[in-house]
């Protein structure tokens, strides 16, 4: 089956400095690839996703980028805010197929002012 | 605005109690989710349901039930709690096509004692 692995766990940085969050996934038969902010007390909500026929998407201060080559994508977001401040998970999916998304560990963003 | 709704956000039983976690969507979405949620193991699927009275185990079973016999709602049973099913848990839903995001509440943090 998938697995998608996550990196970094914890992502520190200071306000207006950019972050990037890494994940690669194993099955090339994946298609669908979005990203989840979770915050405190809340469930997930999908912030961004990417299709495997577009290798970048982006949306305000957060982009998206897919290298079906090499099998990982990446969250970037730009002049990040305290806002910013949660957990991230990516997940990779093979729509039309099975579609059950297989979920990386998350990653928790601490955004200090 | 869509909702996918759990019932208790905070849950307190004691060990050898059956525990009813429900989860209602109003989006008439043929699939939902269990997941399961710890600390650095990220989002572990217990169980889905693509249809009424239909489920497949997911990641880690063990230990759980379901049961969907509306549509819109899908129950998470613990038989018999043990102190090891303390967790945060998130229910999930998901329209047919795959391709689209999954709408998750707001989880229910369970403390088994």
């Known amino acids: 089956g998938e697995n998608v692995e996550q990196h970094p766990s914890t992502l520190s940085v200071q306000e207006g400095d950019s972050a990037v969050i890494k994940c690669t996934y194993s099955?090339?038969?994946?298609?669908?690839f979005p990203w989840y902010k979770q915050e405190l007390g809340k469930g997930p909500q999908l912030i961004i996703d990417?299709?495997?026929?577009?290798g970048e998407k982006k949306d305000q201060r957060i982009a998206v980028t897919l290298n079906k080559t090499a099998k990982h994508f990446s969250l970037h977001i730009t002049e990040t805010q305290p806002e910013d401040s949660a957990v991230y998970f990516c997940?990779?999916?093979?729509?039309?197929?099975?579609?059950?998304?297989?979920f990386g560990r998350g990653t928790s963003l601490i955004v200090h002012p | 605005d869509v909702k996918v709704t759990q019932s208790s956000r905070y849950l307190v039983k004691r060990t050898g109690e059956k525990v009813f976690l429900e989860c209602v969507q109003d989006?008439?979405?043929?699939?939902m989710f269990w997941y399961r949620q710890d600390p650095g193991l990220g989002l572990r699927l217990i169980y889905f349901?693509?249809?009424?009275?239909?489920?497949e185990k997911g990641d880690i079973p063990e230990g759980y039930s379901v049961s969907r016999e509306k549509k819109e709602r899908f129950s998470l049973i613990l038989e018999s709690a043990s102190t090891n099913q303390t967790s945060m848990y998130l229910c999930?839903?998901?329209?047919?096509?795959?391709?689209?995001?999954?709408?998750f509440g707001p989880g229910t943090r369970l403390t088994v004692l």
């Open positions: 349901s693509y249809d009424v009275k239909m489920k």
């Open positions: 989006m008439d979405h043929e699939n």
């Open positions: 999930a839903s998901l329209d047919g096509s795959g391709w689209n995001e999954q709408f």
């Open positions: 099955d090339s038969a994946s298609n669908y």
């Open positions: 997940a990779a999916t093979l729509s039309g197929g099975s579609y059950i998304p297989t």
């Open positions: 990417i299709r495997s026929n577009v």
